[in-house]
């Protein structure tokens, strides 16, 4: 009988669109490392004898200009990198959190699983984007405090799952002759417990990562996120949305990029989460 990660990946294989969807990615990610290297313009330099410049038309401008005269391709490309960074690192500081939360209140139990998961509830019924914003008009505007204001809300969602399936393992034999063997709660947590939760925090995180980059994208659109002269897919989406009638290039170029990331994390998400279901096997 083949292993979980064996078997899981021999379906994650066989699942097509999955598949095409992180080759996707995969290139996405490469154009966005590798693509300044050959493009002959900077992210800053303007342009001014080509202003909101049609892509395609034979100059080096691949992509087009915006109305700064500054070269789109190179912009989106930093826009896509910035953008998932922010996916990243904001996901990385949820995932840190809510695993660590949920796996101590699902292995403790009791009252203290009861206080920590009324402060989830409680959190939960706040308005999210509200405290971000509540941090971003306190600390000012930062990439740093973005990473860390936005993984700060998002990890409500892994400490459920992370609690619920803490509650089913703690029932487990190799857990109670951890505690048998006078193991200490900690140790058991982290040496016991979160390892055997890979598989779900492997899935949140590739589905949280599409869904962080939009909650960025939506802060940049409303000036709250990254900004000049950085740029970040929604920045570049706010400002071409001003041109939309007239250069809608400005706003197609970078929507596109960000329409086709979101949608293949979220299918390779999908690919992910059924290759690693239980009852699939």
């Not at 109305?67 to 998932?84: C, N, P």
């Not at 706040?126 to 860390?148: A, D, K, M, N, W």
């Not at 000036?223 to 897919?233: D, F, I, K, N, T």
Request: glycine residues 12%; proline residues 4%.
């Amino acid at each position: 009988m083949s292993g979980l990660w064996p078997d899981s990946r021999r379906r994650l294989s066989a699942n097509r669109g999955a598949v095409f969807a992180l080759y996707i990615i995969l290139a996405i990610v490469a154009l966005a490392l590798v693509g300044p290297w050959f493009n002959p313009n900077s992210i800053e330099a303007l342009d001014w004898s080509h202003v909101a410049t049609v892509p395609g038309l034979g100059n080096s401008h691949w992509f087009g200009t915006d109305r700064l005269g500054r070269d789109l391709f190179a912009r989106t490309l930093e826009g896509t990198r910035v953008s998932l960074v922010v996916g990243l690192v904001a996901s990385a500081v949820s995932l840190a959190v809510g695993v660590s939360y949920g796996a101590i209140a699902g292995y403790v139990g009791g009252r203290t699983d009861n206080l920590m998961m009324r402060i989830i509830e409680i959190l939960s019924g706040l308005p999210l984007i509200f405290f971000v914003i509540f941090l971003t008009v306190i600390f000012g505007r930062s990439e740093s405090l973005l990473f860390v204001s936005i993984g700060a809300v998002g990890w409500l969602t892994m400490a459920r799952i992370v609690r619920g399936q803490t509650l089913s393992l703690r029932r487990q034999e190799f857990i109670e002759a951890a505690v048998a063997s006078g193991a200490s709660p900690g140790r058991i947590i982290f040496k016991h417990v979160i390892p055997n939760l890979i598989g779900p925090v492997i899935v949140y995180a590739t589905l949280a990562v599409p869904q962080i980059i939009l909650f960025e994208s939506f802060l940049s659109f409303l000036g709250l996120g990254v900004q000049e002269p950085r740029a970040s897919l929604g920045t570049l989406i706010a400002e071409g949305a001003g041109e939309m009638e007239a250069a809608p290039w400005i706003l197609l170029v970078p929507g596109g990029f960000l329409a086709i990331l979101l949608l293949c994390l979220n299918i390779f998400g999908d690919g992910l989460r059924d290759a690693l279901d239980a009852k699939e096997r």
